[in-house]
């Protein structure tokens, strides 16, 4: 039974930073990609970032890069989004997602898309960021 269990979140400065991160059990750690979106109150859930079992480090689409670092542990089975410079545009729900590396396409490609969501069949509950100005 896969599970994703993501933990981190909470309530920060503008200006702060957070480290999120995600526990994975059920399945093969090493066969998998991971990804983590976000969902706004009245918003599209957004990928933040995404790394496949083949990449040597993780993809962000253009608008995330520079303040996001996502990493991946096998030995823990663990992924983590670090996030830096937290901006009051930032406060969402952030979802960690797994699906088989196999199948997915260079995230490069998939970030240009409207439906990569919907390529992850494993979801975490999400954590809540909230950034104050």
């Known amino acids: 039974d896969v599970q994703l269990q993501a933990s981190g979140g909470g309530l920060v400065q503008a200006g702060g930073s957070l480290r999120l991160s995600c526990v994975a059990s059920g399945f093969s750690f090493d066969r998998y990609a991971f990804a983590w979106f976000r969902q706004a109150p009245g918003r599209e859930r957004e990928a933040v970032s995404c790394i496949r079992s083949q990449d040597a480090s993780a993809y962000y689409p253009d608008s995330m890069r520079g303040r996001f670092t996502m990493s991946r542990d096998a030995t823990r089975n663990t992924v983590s989004l670090q996030i830096d410079s937290l901006q009051p545009e930032d406060t969402a729900v952030y979802y960690c997602?797994?699906?088989?590396?196999?199948?997915?396409?260079?995230?490069?490609?998939?970030?240009?898309?409207?439906?990569?969501?919907?390529?992850?069949?494993?979801w975490g509950q999400g954590t809540l960021v909230t950034v104050s100005s």
């Open positions: 997602a797994a699906t088989e590396s196999i199948s997915l396409a260079p995230p490069r490609l998939l970030f240009k898309t409207s439906t990569m969501p919907r390529l992850f069949e494993s």
